[in-house]
């Protein structure tokens, strides 16, 4: 049964900075994708940052050159770590995991979509 336990939420000025973790357990394949992905209020889920099993990643637009996705394979956790955060950033974040290929779409597309999900944590950024 597969696991995945978000960390590290909270409200900050903007401009701020937070680190959210994954907990991940549970997942034995080691080929995989893990990602984060945020839904504000009134607004659609979107993927904001995804890393496959090789390291690669790939970014929204809106959080490139911002936030950083990585994973300890040791720790089993995944990070995203948020710097120069905006009020447009506030939502929930989530965690997710899946196989490499979701139907037609790769781990670093936009169209991916991850087979597990934690329970998400939030973010809020305001002055």
């Known amino acids: 049964q597969v696991q995945l336990v978000e960390s590290g939420g909270g409200s900050v000025q903007p401009g701020g900075s937070l680190r959210l973790s994954c907990a991940a357990s549970g997942y034995t394949d080691s080929s995989y994708c893990m990602g984060w992905f945020r839904q504000a209020p009134g607004k659609e889920r979107e993927g904001v940052a995804t890393i496959d099993s090789d390291g690669d990643t790939t970014y929204a637009d809106s959080v490139k050159g911002r936030f950083t996705i990585s994973q300890d394979n040791v720790k089993n956790t995944l990070y995203l770590q948020m710097n120069s955060l905006k009020p447009d950033d506030t939502g929930m974040y989530y965690c997710?995991?899946?196989?490499?290929?979701?139907?037609?779409?790769?781990?670093?597309?936009?169209?991916?979509?991850?087979?597990?999900w934690g329970q998400g944590t939030q973010v809020t950024v305001s002055s």
């Open positions: 997710a995991a899946g196989p490499v290929w979701s139907g037609d779409y790769y781990c670093l597309s936009p169209r991916y979509n991850p087979d597990y």
